[in-house]
Each structure stands twice: as C-alpha cells, then as structure tokens.
Antibody
Framework: EVQLVESGGGLVQPGGSLRLSCVAS????????MSWVRQAPGKGLEWVAT????????YYVDSVKGRFTISRDNAKNSLYLQMDSLRDEDTAVYYC????????WGQGTLVTVSS | EIVMTQSPATLSVSPGERATLSCRAS??????LAWYQQKPGQAPRLLIY???TRATGIPARFSGSGSGTEFTLTISSLQSEDFAVYYC?????????FGQGTKVEVK
C-alpha cells in the first residue's frame, strides 16, 4: 500500500524557517518524481515544487523561488521542503504527492506563519 | 504561466443527475491534464490523468475528455459521495498550475 506521511509543520514567525518531511512507503521511491502542493485556508490547490527521481532537476513556483528548497534522500525514502524567509501568505496545508500530477497524496501538514 | 480556468464555480445537481465540469487552458497543454476530487478535510484524490484515463479504482461514472485547451469532466450519475470540489491541473509546462476549482453541491 502506498503511503506518504508528512511532518514538520507548525507555527512560525514571519521571516522564520521550517523544514517539512515526507516519508514514503509501499513503492520504489527512487524511481518517482515527487512534488509539494499547498492549500491556503479556504482556498484552492497551488503547486509548489517538484523534484526528479534522482534529485537532478528541481522546479518551483515563482512565489517561492530563492526561499524554498526541495530535496530528497532516496536511501531514506524521504522528501523534504526547506522553507526559509517565510511570509504570511505561505500559511497553508502542505501536501507531498507522488509524481507531478500526483496519484497519491499525504494527509498534509499545516504551516502557519504569524507573529 | 498557463492559466487554468474552471467553470462553473459552483454546480448544483440532484443525486442521479449528470454533472459536466469544464476546464480551459490559456494555451495548449496537449493531453497533459489531470482531474482531482477533494472533500472537506481530506487530501485531493486523482480521478483522471492524460485528460481521459481513469486512475486506479475510480468508478466508470467519471469520464474525462478534451485536448489542447478545452477539457471536460463528466459524472454520469451523481452519487452522494461525489459532492465535493473538483480541480483540474496541467502538467505540460512548468510551473504546473491548477484551476480554481468547481464545487459540486446538492441541488
């Protein structure tokens, strides 16, 4: 059974940092592209970033370029999102998803940026 | 950036009726279009990819069509569990972009 479990969310002040993790199981993690998608409270879905299966290519939405870094550790079946210089508008539930049109999603982790 | 526009924003349908949702891309995305269903408090669920291929375990009452810039998701006979928000997403170009969603509600 495919499972994706996110962690690392929480309350952080504007300008702060947070690192999200997503642990994958039930499939060969090292052969799949992986993505982060977020959803602000009461809003729609927004694609954030995607990483190639070997970590060689990374893509970001413009609003997070230079602030967020997607990475992975295939030995640990883990996906990460390092979020720096956080802003109020980054407040959202962050989902990890398998592939860039995700066919499996985690349950999400809430990030709240507020002073 | 490719802008995805969904219509209508809200669709009121009676159980058992047919629902037709539209998604338009600001430029061609070929057939690289996915549809998702999301219920309150839940993660999205992939319904359709490649514009018309049902994902694993998705009932046959869900069908997708279209290519290029115009796409349609049809639910042939709405069941109670189908009332939710539906999103389209293009994965032809970077950045990947979602439509704003269509809420299917009980009439």
């Amino acid at each position: 059974e495919v499972q994706l479990v996110e962690s690392g969310g929480g309350l952080v002040q504007p300008g702060g940092s947070l690192r999200l993790s997503c642990v994958a199981s039930g499939f060969t993690f090292s052969t799949y592209w992986m993505s982060w998608v977020r959803q602000a409270p009461g809003k729609g879905l927004e694609w954030v970033a995607t990483i190639k299966y070997d970590g060689g290519d990374k893509y970001y939405v413009d609003s997070v370029k230079g602030r967020f870094t997607i990475s992975r550790d295939n030995a640990k079946n883990s996906l990460y999102l390092q979020m720096d210089s956080l802003r109020d508008e980054d407040t959202a539930v962050y989902y990890c998803g398998r592939a860039y049109a995700p066919d499996f999603w985690g349950q999400g982790t809430l990030v709240t940026v507020s002073s | 950036e490719i802008v995805m526009t969904q219509s209508p924003a809200t669709l009121s349908v009676s159980p058992g009726e047919r629902a037709t949702l539209s998604c338009r891309a600001s430029q061609s995305v070929s057939s690289n279009l996915a549809w998702y269903q999301q219920k309150p408090g839940q993660a999205p669920r992939l319904l359709i990819y490649g514009a018309s291929t049902r994902a694993t375990g998705i009932p046959a009452r869900f069908s997708g069509s279209g290519s290029g810039t115009e796409f349609t998701l049809t639910i042939s006979s709405l069941q109670s569990e189908d009332f939710a928000v539906y999103y389209c997403q293009q994965y032809n170009n970077w950045p990947r972009t979602f439509g704003q969603g269509t809420k299917v509600e009980v009439k």
